[in-house]
């Protein structure tokens, strides 16, 4: 693996993340980097990956901080609500997005700046977790399409796999033992240039979301060794609930139902 220096000041948050995170992963993990040098050593990027568990966003960091970039996200404005964390978020560039409102197109413009004025911006296109039964990736959003259109910057598609087994998705309380592997590869630029001259419209736009996850889910299935579903999970469709932990309805059914069955007795 090929480890490359930052190009920019990492700032005083960045500064405490490697100190404090990096030596808990490596003693926690082990790590698989592949083809990192894919991404751009410098200049505005869009950084977009399958998204499996709530500790995706520290193996990213890790894999793009020793390829020599710092990651900017689009992360819950929720985690900005508490006063010490959004201090650190801010202060280490990170952009909040009020998912599932009209304000999240302060994020985009938040982002689109962020790409222009240099900088790697991490996007997980597909919104949430992946809600597919086999946790390949699911149908993406048309942010990142959005983003990479508007700033015509190199797509680069990563693929992950093992941080579901650290932290399984909506799980109370990290596996540590044994040790996990976590492996992330990093792919070609997704070809979005015939693109870019076209008008905004939702198919051009669908087209080039398809584009980035036909990217991701392709590195995914070479990770695991296994085909991904002919059709991609849409969770609209199958009305499994966009965000949050979709089985806690179930969960509370099922208790409603258990309560009742008592009280009959």
Request: proline share 9%; with cysteine; glycine share 10%.
């Amino acid at each position: 693996m090929t480890v490359r220096k930052l190009h920019q000041p990492r700032g005083w948050a960045f500064g405490l993340g490697v100190v404090i995170l990096k030596p808990t992963l490596l003693a926690a993990t082990s790590r698989t980097w592949i083809d990192g040098e894919k991404i751009p050593a410098t200049g505005g990027c869009l950084v977009v990956l399958n998204h499996i568990s709530h500790l995706d966003p520290l193996f990213a960091a890790h894999f793009l901080y020793d390829h020599g970039r710092l990651p900017r996200y689009l992360a819950k404005s929720g985690l900005f609500s508490n006063k010490a964390l959004g201090t650190f978020l801010s202060a280490a560039g990170q952009i909040p997005v009020e998912r599932l409102s009209r304000s999240a197109a302060g994020a985009y413009d938040a982002a689109v700046a962020a790409v222009r004025s240099g900088e790697c911006v991490v996007v997980y296109p597909e919104g949430t977790l992946t809600r597919d039964p086999g946790m390949w990736p699911m149908t993406g959003k048309t942010g990142a399409a959005r983003i990479a259109l508007e700033t015509s910057c190199p797509v680069i598609p990563v693929g992950q796999w093992g941080a579901h087994e650290v932290l399984p998705p909506y799980a109370p309380r990290p596996d540590l033992l044994p040790r996990k592997n976590v492996t992330m590869k990093a792919g070609d630029p997704v070809s979005l240039d015939d693109l870019r001259a076209e008008p905004r419209t939702p198919e051009v736009l669908a087209e080039g979301t398809e584009r980035i996850m036909d990217a991701i889910t392709a590195i995914v299935a070479e990770l695991r060794g296994e085909e991904p579903p002919a059709q991609r999970f849409d969770a609209k469709q199958a009305g499994v609930k966009p965000t949050g932990n979709p089985y806690e309805d179930a969960h509370e059914k099922k208790h409603e139902k258990h309560e009742k069955r008592k009280g009959r007795r």
